[in-house]
């Protein structure tokens, strides 16, 4: 008979899943945290965070270059069905200069993000890559969906060091629904090239989407732990009126912070950001975050003009403050939490033990020895 994972105590599941069990019946029991075992799940995964990444909290400059996109994912406003969004594509010098601008505020890293726009060749964000490399320190993060293995290896060849691309859900019946004519396994599979390029790599999912049990959940972290992401951005499903999900009901923000909470702690030394949807669907969401798991912000430096285009859900974008005092506002809730602001790019620690290696192994093969 199959037993009911609500009868796992929820102590019994925290301890195991706190000292490494990845069992779904303790996962979603954890999932199914109520009442006072919402404080204590969200304690032990600060107390692992705190840990194994520390107080710093790492600030990633987000850039939106362009919101043309090939693509129809049904939850998204950018789906090219949708007719009524204007599209808008940042110049190569403009995304360069925005790269620096956030050099000089003080950020160490930048994601470039975009649709799966074919406008953009890759040879055009390859040089940009190149140039943010040799004029700024930023560690330089990329996601532009899904491409070819040999693209992903010119990316990583012009200098890019992380890639993202969410699963967005490891139900791969609900992911060929949401995304007609692709498939779980090719995203699967792409994470894994760009894995074994040398990328860190980042996964996530949404939370809430039509269709989703607290079964499939289970599945998105246990997918998340299989993959060894180095980053996992989890956020709310918010439906956006010009897509065929616009009638239903959006992700739960408490719902959320617990798969962060156990994200956390099945991925101890993952980067695991407070998500723009997250804070878009709860006043004080990015501060929940912070203090259920997440360690990482990514504030938005598309420029003022274009912020609201990027419109995957209603309400993002909408903070059109300055960089500079949007980086203030930031700083400041990190601070009035205790925390303090990475100064470092936020490497994943695994990947610099891997470049490492790489590097003396090169230095070795070179002839030049080492001691
Ligand atoms: N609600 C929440 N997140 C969304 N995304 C796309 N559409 C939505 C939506 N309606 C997220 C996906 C995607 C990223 C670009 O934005 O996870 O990976
Ligand atoms: Fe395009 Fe990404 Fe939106 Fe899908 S989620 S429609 S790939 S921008």
């Given at each position: 008979m199959k037993t009911d994972a609500s009868s796992v105590p929820f102590d019994v599941a925290l301890e195991a899943v706190n000292a490494g069990s990845t069992s779904p019946k303790h996962i979603r029991r954890l999932l199914l945290a109520a009442g006072d075992e919402l404080a204590a799940l969200f304690e032990v995964a600060d107390v692992k965070r705190r840990q194994s990444v520390g107080d710093a909290v790492h600030l990633r400059a987000i850039i939106e270059f362009s919101s043309h996109c090939v693509r129809n994912c049904s939850y998204c406003g950018l789906r090219v069905g949708n007719?009524?969004?204007?599209?808008?594509?940042?110049?190569?010098?403009?995304?360069?200069?925005?790269?620096?601008?956030?050099?000089?505020?003080?950020?160490?890293?930048?994601?470039?993000?975009?649709?799966?726009?074919?406008?953009?060749?890759?040879?055009t964000l390859c040089d940009v890559v190149r140039e943010i490399r040799c004029h700024t320190d930023l560690a330089v993060t990329v996601s532009v969906g899904e491409r070819s293995y040999s693209e992903y290896a010119l990316l990583r060849q012009a200098g890019a060091h992380r890639y993202l691309l969410k699963h967005e859900t490891a139900d791969p019946q609900l992911y060929a629904r949401l995304h007609v004519g692709h498939r779980l396994a090719d995203r699967i599979a792409a994470l894994k090239s760009l894995r074994d390029l040398g990328f860190q790599i980042g996964s996530g999912f949404m939370v809430g989407l039509p269709g989703q049990s607290v079964d499939v959940l289970v599945a998105d972290l246990r997918l998340l732990h299989r993959l060894d992401v180095d980053m996992a951005g989890i956020g709310p499903f918010i439906a956006h009126p010009d897509t065929p999900?616009?009638?239903?009901?959006?992700?739960?923000?408490?719902?959320?912070?617990?798969?962060?909470?156990?994200?956390?702690?099945?991925?101890?030394y993952a980067h695991l950001p407070a998500t723009t949807a997250l804070g878009t669907v709860a006043v004080d969401g990015w501060a929940a975050a912070l203090q259920a798991g997440a360690n990482v912000i990514m504030p938005n430096l598309t420029p003022k003009a274009y912020r609201s285009s990027y419109a995957i859900y209603p309400g993002k974008g909408r903070n059109l403050e300055e960089p500079q005092r949007q980086r203030a506002q930031v700083v400041r809730m990190v601070t009035a939490l205790g925390r303090t602001v990475a100064q470092d790019p936020g490497h994943s620690l695994r990947w610099m033990e891997k470049s490492k290696e790489v590097f003396s192994d090169a230095y070795r093969s070179s002839g030049m020895g080492v001691s």
């Open positions: 007719k009524r969004l204007a599209r808008y594509r940042l110049s190569p010098e403009e995304i360069v200069a925005t790269a620096q601008e956030a050099e000089r505020l003080g950020y160490r890293s930048v994601v470039l993000q975009s649709g799966e726009d074919m406008g953009f060749s890759m040879e999900l616009g009638q239903a009901a959006s992700g739960d923000a408490q719902l959320t912070l617990k798969c962060v909470a156990v994200a956390r702690l099945l991925l101890p």
